[in-house]
């Protein structure tokens, strides 16, 4: 295990503008608002095209990655507020947290640190509800394959406050945490929230917390969640807490979730409010009630991922006012309905670069890939 993150490829700027949807727009609808589900011959064509496909990539291995597992991909490398990309901890010292007191000292210390955490560490409840606060600049890494944090969880952000509605100077920001398995946390077991921005949440393993396992919400922006295992848990991603939220939320909340495994975890992979741009793409669904829902005109791209009887892969009727969807390159087994999708959205390269593996590579890569122990 290398002592620091791996550091992030040189990051686009962001742009001064971008309008409407840049590439991805879906064919003719209906009617204006009109909700549209995929088609079941597109299902499968898709299906046929990955029976074709499949057995090449297997002859190679079935281990292509269009980007590197270790690189940093997505809206956490982008230049905006004052942050030139994630860095987490890079240039600050390496610590060694192996207990609780000095998991909790080293999280709440001002400037850089990389925490590296080994064993089994427990988090108390205490007045917090288990939920502890990790200061800007960052790094929480874990050392080998058995590193956990259990009982309690992590918040990354300042108090709530609903009189707060643009990012305040103080922001927690430039935050990475990998390879960390949480579990029994007693409320979220990561929790970013008011205008926290410049996350990396990447290779871990998440499962039986109390309530979210990767909550995003209050106008927190500039976040990537990738290569994580998602097992045995029910409110899996939420991507904006409340239908009230949209003075903190509206621009905002622009997330990459890829190459996740969502083996067997119930719901809300992720469910979505508000977001400007939302990007999920190569993640792996297993048995789940549903994948993603996009609500309250959250611009939502669903790219090249692969669903295994999940019952509604994608939806924008769901609750509240609908969201927008846009749907390429996935591939639906035994799933009850198709992708419903509606609007436009824009495109993440008009971010950010990114490779995408095809959609039938995913059952391989990701179950191979995601996880603690891997990097």
Known sequence: MPPSSVPPPPPRPLPAEITGSAGTAEP??????AVRRTAPVLTAVA???AALIGPAVAETG??????????????????????NGTTGGAGGPTVTAATTAQFLDHISRPGPYVIQVTGRITLPTGSSDGMHNVTSDKTIIGVGANAALVGGGLNIGLPVSDSVTSPPANAVHNIIIRNIAFSGATDDMINVQM????????HNDFSNGDDGAVDIKRGSDFVTVSWN????HDKTLLLSHDEDAGPQDIGRLRVTYHHNFF???????????????????????????YGIASTYNAGVLVENNYFHSVNNPGRVEFSGDLGRLVERGNILVDCNHAIETRG???EPRTYYSYGA??????PTIVPAGAGVGKI
């Not at 003719?28 to 608002?33: K, V």
């Not at 083996?263 to 009630?289: G, I, L, T």
């Not at 593996?357 to 995913?362: C, E, G, H, L, T």
């Open 28 to 33: 003719p609808r209906p009617a204006p608002g």
């Open 47 to 49: 299906l046929l095209i």
């Open 62 to 83: 079935a281990a292509r990655h269009a980007d590197p597992v270790n690189a940093q991909i997505g809206f956490s490398t982008v230049d905006a507020l004052g942050q």
């Open 195 to 202: 205008f926290s921005h410049h996350v990396w949440i990447d």
């Open 229 to 232: 295992r998602f097992h045995d």
């Open 263 to 289: 083996d067997a975890s119930d719901q809300r992979h992720p469910r979505v409010r508000f977001a400007n741009v939302v990007h999920v793409y190569n993640n792996y669904y297993r048995d789940n009630s």
């Open 344 to 346: 436009t959205v824009t």
């Open 357 to 362: 593996d095809p959609a039938s590579a995913v």
